[in-house]
């Protein structure tokens, strides 16, 4: 392949590497929402949360659905605590990837993202009375651990509207 025979990988790379060296470099102590977000998550879900299509599902608009039930919140951290591996649908688009786990991020490194990207990209999705996550929260709901798997059968069983678990095919 030459060098310019995808520029959208070599961009998609060159962001990994970035994001890679400056989560080592910065470490996750005291940083915001938005930053590990950028650290850890916007290479593949983009900065604006709007993913890659047919790569990486939109975190705008749709992270949000799972806001409105006790186990809709428990699989958020979930996936971000163990990962997600499995076929799903986001707003009608396919992906068939995997994402790893963050279970070397604190408690509140993760309620800190998930708060971020709930307020930052799904804040039209978001209830009145929306709680925010706390660490305690977060803890509480990665004292059993998962497998990536696993993750994958709970999104199965929510069946919010704008992400699905795909059947098998």
Known sequence: MTPTANPL?????????FAIASALWTGSANASG????????????????????????????SAG????????????????????????????????GYMQSWVQLSNDDIAQVLNHVLSSFNAKLLPRDFAPFTAHEVG???????????????????????VKAQ???
């Open 9 to 17: 990988l070599h961009l998609t790379l060159f962001a990994a590497i």
């Open 167 to 169: 059947a098998a095919k």
């Open 140 to 162: 509480q709901d990665r004292a059993r651990p998962m497998t990536s798997s696993e993750v994958y059968h709970e999104l199965q069983t929510l069946g919010a509207a704008s």
């Open 34 to 61: 938005a930053d590990l977000f950028v650290a850890h998550c916007s290479v593949c879900h983009q900065p604006d949360g709007q993913g890659i299509p047919g790569m990486y599902p939109p975190l705008a608009n």
């Open 65 to 96: 659905d799972f806001i409105h039930s006790r186990d809709g919140r428990a699989y958020l951290v979930h996936v971000l605590s163990f990962g997600l591996n499995g076929p799903i649908t986001v707003h009608g688009a396919s992906y068939n």
